[in-house]
């Protein structure tokens, strides 16, 4: 499909731009072919950057009534959710549109990670893909504080501490990020830079970067590094329309989830922020959930380290596993790596999740303390009256 | 694209395919146009709100209005309009105006604000927070401080 | 022999003054710093001051005297008063010596303005000055008077306010007892002490079926339901306790109680459950703006009818109960109506999923058409 233009315009762009360059180049990406084995697993790169687009756009439009002050912060969100016609739809789009980004993002690691896809020439995609990750996460910290109520506020305050941990510098480094001692309107102020300018352009930069690395690259295959075999133009499958059409129908069933997550579960509009009331059980987003808790079994510093090892691993990871193999049934040692660090950040995220919480169990109350361990509660469960 | 006699072959799945995206798509921008157009006459953070015509009111005459979610009141003095957040500093019952005393008066524990909200009777230990009076051709309207 | 002696008589002299100067520093330095730092030790110490009544009468000479007070926009009649009082009554008719005077709840050499927050009269400080002697037990036996009536004050509502919040006008013993006057007072005048801030109660008191037997002096009007000293703040849980003091075997009066209590305690629950349930919308992000308004004026309704019931007449209380309850219904209506809305997001779900579900299979079936194409 190529761009079909009224021929005088077509004449007219063509004496003054390079209209037959263009339209070769965008004919060659539209119908790159793709290997044959590119399934539904391989679509939720384009789900990331489609959600992208949508946390772009929708971002846009919050921003038409978003006015980042402690005084009108909430408010302004208030008058979203309940004056702004689809405002609470846009912000709901908003919203868990970021909760699918950053699991989509995530789905996408974990198959390259499995599919051994990041190995020799494509680590350098790899090292971005982690970058996009990181700037990912860090919207949604940013994101958090914006709406300015009670939990926005006081995850934050908990999110910024933790960076005093760090030696030395870590003070100042709060002190920065905080745009003072503790969280407050400089706060709000600093985040809302970062999360509506700083952000979108570098994380639009990394993107750009990791799609031309990916199409320069072409996708890989199961075969070993070296042995893979040139795509044979006809069996590959071309990038447009078959592999657009496919994408389409999983686009059709992440918009109906996505639909489906903003009316069933609304995002809350909560409590304005008040410094002075620390609400109960304060926790992180859920992709914080297992770096949280896993923070709370080591002092102060060393847990910081502790918690970054993961991270560092997962940026040098392509320059450890360098073994040509590339499936998963051929790699066992670093797939049980894999599929070890998988569970224990499913099972830390759980246990925070859990943490300072009361559960009933077989008819028997059980409070569950900081550090994830249930203690059977006596009969003082009945509410106390006023 | 083999044959040109396929190209040009529009069928049914291509017109479904082009009117169901073209549905999407109108699906997409008209919540989109309406979330801009403003709702109301004034943004999201207007604390400002119009009481009436100063014709309305009479010397003495008072109003209750709700600015921000919260009652108001505006008595005309003959030495001007004065608004005060209709809330009682003791328990936070709405206050009313009492025409016989001239003051702002309090139905629960009779307690008394004079015309600069200050208390004068009764158990108030603070005054009423007062509220800014603009007049703007001949509109009276108040704005929360 | 005798020069020697005369001039060791005047250095014995000198040397007392003396020695009375360094020893009495702390006097001298008190007084100073006193209301009275203009005047003389002698201005007060001219007399032997060996009992009670010189006291009283000596700080009256100036204290009495218009013409000196004057200047200084101070009553004059204080030591009248004192005499009116309980403890000048014994002072000056029975000379007991154990009674307060000026000083001992002014201070000596170290008398203040009351307006000062570190004098004993002021109004945080009044409790302790009087609890000086009417928490001691021995002392008040002797006149077989309660001892514990500080302690009691202490764990009132009034002392919360006083000694806690720092409301300088909540009210001491003496907002009560009087201070120069100082008497207990009687049934009658109970109302007019308690009316004096609580008006409007004692205004609808006044109409209550209670207001002719306290005339009659056999009810105490306030003090009956409420208590004295260690007052607390009033509830609905006062009907409990209160009304079966007399009305025990009085199943008629038992059940206009009930019927009070329970109107008020119907629109208390009632407005409760509206608050929260616009609360939780509100935290959900439901627009209530015009509910919070409606929610404010019931809670006038629901205080008002806290004060009300001072008249015990359903008559006057029903009326307001039946507003507020209208309110209230009012306020859930809109909430109601909210959610209701709510629910019809869900079931437009429905044709959303359709149509998604119509665009996977138009993609589908394109690509598979697609697919053959390819390969023939």
């Known amino acids: 499909m190529s761009l079909k233009l009224p021929n005088k315009i077509q004449n007219w762009l063509s004496q003054r731009l390079p209209v037959e360059t263009a339209e070769q180049f965008i004919d060659e990406q539209t119908h790159k ?15 990331s950057l489609f959600l992208f687009i949508n946390q772009v756009v929708t971002g846009i439009l919050l921003m038409v009534y978003y006015r980042p002050t402690t005084n009108t912060a909430f408010e302004s969100i208030r008058f979203i959710m309940t004056k702004a016609h689809f405002g609470w739809f846009i912000r709901g789009l908003h919203a868990w549109g970021a909760t699918l980004m950053i699991l989509c993002v995530l789905i996408h690691m974990i198959r390259t990670f499995f599919m051994g896809a990041f190995k020799k020439p494509r680590e350098l995609t790899w090292v971005l893909g982690v970058a996009i990750f990181g700037c990912t996460v860090t919207f949604g910290f ?28 870590g003070p100042y480094l709060r002190t920065l990020l905080r745009g003072g001692e503790s969280i407050s309107g400089e706060t709000l102020a600093r985040f809302f830079v970062l999360h509506v300018v700083v952000l979108p352009w570098a994380l639009t930069a990394l993107i750009a970067t990791h799609l031309f690395l990916m199409r320069v690259q072409g996708l890989a295959t199961m075969e070993k590094v070296g042995e893979e075999k040139h795509i044979d133009e006809h069996d590959a499958v071309p990038f447009f329309p078959h592999h657009v059409l496919k994408e389409g129908v999983i686009l059709c069933g992440l918009l109906a989830t996505l639909i489906t997550l903003i009316v069933v579960w609304p995002v809350e509009l909560g409590e304005k922020a008040n410094p002075l009331v620390t609400p109960e059980g304060i926790k992180p987003e859920w992709y914080f959930l297992s770096t949280y808790q896993l923070l709370k079994y080591f002092p102060k510093t060393i847990g910081l380290f502790v918690s970054l090892i993961p991270q560092v691993l997962l940026l040098i990871w392509p320059f450890l596993d360098r073994t040509p193999e ?23 995220g759980f246990v925070g999740y859990m943490s300072e919480s009361t559960i009933t169990w077989r008819g028997q109350r059980y409070e569950i303390d900081v550090r994830g361990v249930p203690h059977h509660s006596e009969t003082k469960a009945a509410p106390h009256s006023n | 694209m083999k044959t040109s ?11 479904l395919l082009m009117g169901g995206l073209l549905a999407w798509g109108t699906a997409f921008v008209a919540p989109v146009i309406t979330y801009v157009w403003p709702s109301q006459k004034r943004g999201p953070n207007s604390q400002t709100v119009s009481v009436g015509k100063v014709d309305d009111f009479t010397e003495w005459q008072h109003k209750m209005v709700a600015l921000d979610n919260k009652p108001v009141i505006v008595v005309r003095t003959p030495q001007g309009f004065r608004a005060y957040l209709a809330i009682c500093t003791h328990l936070g019952c709405i206050v009313g105006w009492d025409a016989g005393r001239r003051q702002i008066a309090c139905p629960c524990h009779a307690g008394f604000f004079d015309l600069n909200g200050r208390p004068v009777a009764g158990p108030p230990p603070r005054p009423l927070a007062e509220q800014t009076v603009v007049v703007v051709n001949n509109e009276v309207m108040v704005k929360s401080t | 022999m005798q020069r020697l002696s005369q001039r060791w008589r005047n250095v014995i002299i000198a040397g007392t003054i003396f020695l009375t100067g360094l020893v009495r520093a702390d006097v001298t330095n008190e007084v100073a710093a006193s209301v009275h730092a203009e005047l003389k030790c002698a201005s007060c110490h001219a007399g032997k001051l060996e009992s009670k009544r010189a006291i009283a009468e000596m700080c009256a000479s100036c204290h009495s005297d218009v013409r000196r007070m004057n200047p200084y926009g101070l009553p004059t009649d204080q030591l ?40 004993r009269a002021f109004p945080t400080n009044i409790p302790a000055t009087c609890g000086r002697c009417h928490s001691d037990a021995k002392l008040m036996s002797q006149y077989k008077l309660p001892s514990d009536v500080v302690d009691k004050y202490k764990t009132s509502h009034h002392a919360h306010l006083l000694l806690e919040k720092g409301d300088l006008s909540a009210p001491t013993c003496i907002t009560c007892h009087g201070n120069h006057g100082a008497t207990p007072p009687g049934t009658a005048e109970v109302g007019q002490v308690c009316g004096k801030c609580h008006v409007r109660q004692r205004e609808l008191f006044a109409k209550s079926p209670h207001a002719e037997v306290a005339t009659a002096g056999a009810f ?17 849980e006062l009907y409990a306790k209160a009304c079966t003091e007399c009305h025990a075997n009085d199943p008629k009066q038992l059940k206009v109680r009930d019927a009070v209590s329970g109107l008020i305690r119907q629109a208390q629950a009632d407005y409760r459950h509206a608050e929260e349930t616009v609360h939780a919308a509100t935290i959900r992000g439901l627009a209530t703006d015009d509910d919070q308004v409606l929610l404010q004026d019931a809670k006038t309704q629901v205080t008002q009818l806290e004060v009300l019931q001072h008249t015990l ?26 959610e209701r809305f709510e629910l019809l997001k869900h ?4 044709p959303v999923w359709a149509f998604l579900v119509m665009m996977a299979i138009i993609f589908w079936a394109k690509h598979r058409q697609l697919e053959k194409q390819d390969k023939p």
């Open chain 1, 326 to 348: 590339r499936h998963p049934k051929k790699r066992p040692i670093s797939v049980t790596i894999g599929v070890v660090a998988l569970l224990l950040a499913i099972v830390f």
């Open chain 3, 220 to 236: 105490n009007e306030c003090v009956s339901c409420h208590g004295n000293h260690a007052i607390q703040k009033a509830s609905v």
């Open chain 1, 33 to 47: 072919p793709m290997p044959e084995a590119t399934g539904f697993l391989h679509t939720f790169g384009s789900l």
């Open chain 3, 80 to 119: 009248a008063r004192y005499k009116t009082s309980k403890h000048g009554e014994q002072l000056f008719e029975h000379n007991d010596q154990n009674v307060a005077v000026c000083t001992d709840c002014h201070g000596t050499h170290d008398i203040l303005k009351v307006k000062s927050p570190q004098s």
């Open chain 1, 142 to 169: 940013t994101g958090y504080l914006l709406p300015w109520n009670q939990l926005s506020y006081w995850a934050t305050t908990v999110g910024t501490e933790i960076t005093g941990a760090i030696p030395f510098v």
């Open chain 3, 313 to 338: 007449t359903m008559a006057q209380l029903e009326p307001v109960a039946q507003h507020s309850g209208e309110t209230v219904a009012q306020v859930l209506t809109d909430v109601r109506h909210m």
């Open chain 3, 347 to 350: 079931k437009a779900l429905w």
């Open chain 2, 5 to 15: 006699e396929k190209i040009s072959r529009r069928t049914f799945l291509d017109w």
